[in-house]
């Protein structure tokens, strides 16, 4: 099906998923693979990984620590350390294996895929993330990251992150999460083609499919002096603000789920003709 075919269908689909059920029995025996970048004993993933079980067999490959903001870094020239661990999470049903990983998240995934699973999974899952990754904030993401390395495989595969707040609920993100895995399973993505969901910290207004907002957030140093007196700079992040409600960005602050299908292929053709015509030697 050509891109902009699905992309008109897709959206039709994802507009009406709070009124869907999860999926069908065939879809529950479906092979899940989930990772985060919060580190394996994130609420984020539990809550994941709960939604998910209704659907298949969830096997979870996560970093044993905290690696947010490292992007697509990868672990090498150090040894992966793996643990199978007991489920964090109790479900219904016989659990998948857990394993614990030193390893940046895209590392996580790609050991899990080349290495740990005896089977190639339906789909794989990132998150869900503290803190969203709305705009530009997407080429920063571990969550994103390990979504990606799926991808390159030709996998589909799902980034779930949720707005930082006070309290936290990642019950209703974790809720729409299962339903839009249920249609990703059904309908598959086309190739190479992950989605990245943010979810809202106000009440959930519905789903939008958006582009992503080219808005970068703001970076800030505080210079700061510490007790010995030396001086160091502490970062302090504001994640990024577009008024384009049609943008993941603007659409998240105003209480709607966002899906933006992102590619692999980052290719600029448009450039690519114009640097031709440079006549490099």
Known sequence: MPRKAWLGATLVAFATLATLAPGSESERRARILLANDDGISA????????????????????????????????????????????????????????????????????????????????????????????GLALYVSGTVAAAREAAFDGIPAIAASLVDSPGMDYAPAAAVLGRIAAEVLRRGLPPRTLLSVNFPALEIRGVKVVRHSLRLGMDRYERRESPRGRLYFWNVWDPPADPDPETDAGALALGWVTVTPLRIDANDESAIRVLRGWELR
Request: charge should be negative; charged fraction near 15%.
């Open 43 to 134: 609420p984020g993933l539990a809550a994941a990984y709960v939604e998910l079980a209704k659907l298949g067999e969830v096997t979870v490959a996560a970093p044993s620590t905290n690696q947010s903001g490292v992007g697509h870094g990868i672990t090498y020239s150090e040894p992966i350390f793996v643990e199978t661990i007991d489920p964090l999470v109790r479900v219904e049903g016989a659990p998948g294996p857990w394993y614990q990983i030193a390893a940046r998240p895209a590392t996580c995934v790609r050991l899990a895929l080349s290495t740990l699973l005896h089977t190639r999974p339906d789909l794989v899952v990132s998150g869900i993330n503290r803190g969203d990754n709305a």
